[in-house]
């Protein structure tokens, strides 16, 4: 009975991204557990790759390539998911564009870029979709952040300003939406595999308490618990899956 509450048959799952690997194994976590997913971001190539992996397990699944910092590419794609499945019951933002450079280097157009990429994505999708999750009262909302969001890093600020914005939105969001019946929460994640470097011994290990980096698998099957049942009674919270790393200093 309790495994029951895992489960997400004919849920709506919509992953909004920039494209990362990570979301080919949310997408595979998210039809193994019953849901029907519709996947959008920039990257179409990736985006086709993710649907037909889940087509292969024989669900329901929707690419839509989007540039989503824009109101009306949002409100397009919301439009074709609703016209598709008729609701959408979870919405999963993901997206964490990097940029590095000293403040006193960076540029004003560049500081709107990342914030456009990264923080206004998650407002623009969590307001547009998260619309007809007020309209139903039922709904989850699951931001995925990473380390940045509550350490400071030199030459960073811009980064880290975004995911500590997407943090706090989440907190607030929360405990505005509570009354309908929505759950917003996040997900941290540490330093992911799929950016290391092909060497025979990754050096970023020997930071990380569980010795390795974080991997898509690590990730889905948390995000899989926060938009079901069995989340039920947790809003407002952030969990770090991160092997340790946000305890370690």
């Known amino acids: 009975m309790v495994l029951d509450e895992f489960k997400l048959n004919d849920h709506v799952a919509v992953l909004a991204g920039c494209g990362r690997h990570r979301m080919k194994d949310l997408a595979l976590a998210f039809t193994e557990a019953g849901a029907v997913v519709a996947v959008t971001g920039p990257d179409?190539?990736?985006?086709?790759?993710?649907?037909?992996?889940?087509?292969?397990m024989g669900r329901e699944a929707m690419a839509i390539p989007a540039d989503l910092s824009n109101l009306g590419e949002v409100q397009r794609v919301t439009e074709k998911i609703l016209l598709e499945f008729g609701r959408v019951d979870i919405l999963v933002n993901d997206f964490s564009s990097e940029f590095g450079k000293p403040v006193l280097e960076t540029a004003e157009e560049e500081w709107i870029r990342v914030m456009d990429a990264n923080l206004k994505t998650v407002f623009l999708?969590?307001?547009?979709?998260?619309?007809?999750?007020?309209?139903?009262?039922?709904?989850?909302?699951?931001?995925?952040?990473?380390?940045?969001?509550?350490?400071?890093?030199?030459?960073?600020?811009?980064?880290?300003?975004c995911m500590g914005g997407i943090v706090q939105f989440t907190r607030a969001l929360a405990l505005e939406w509570a009354p309908h019946n929505i759950k917003v929460n996040g997900v941290g994640v540490g330093w992911m595999a799929e950016l290391a470097k092909q060497e025979p011994k990754d050096p970023v290990g020997r930071y990380i308490p569980m010795g390795r980096r974080t991997r898509g698998e690590d990730i889905a099957p948390m995000v899989v618990f926060l938009a079901s049942e069995a989340s039920s009674y947790l809003s407002g919270c952030i969990c770090h899956v991160d092997g340790g790393l946000m305890n370690s200093y």
């Not at 999708?125 to 699951?142: A, D, N, P, Q, T």
């Open 125 to 161: 999708c969590s307001k547009i979709m998260g619309k007809h999750m007020v309209e139903r009262e039922s709904g989850r909302i699951i931001n995925i952040v990473t380390g940045a969001a509550e350490r400071g890093l030199p030459n960073n600020t811009a980064y880290c300003a």
């Open 44 to 56: 179409r190539e990736q985006l086709d790759e993710i649907v037909a992996g889940t087509i292969e």
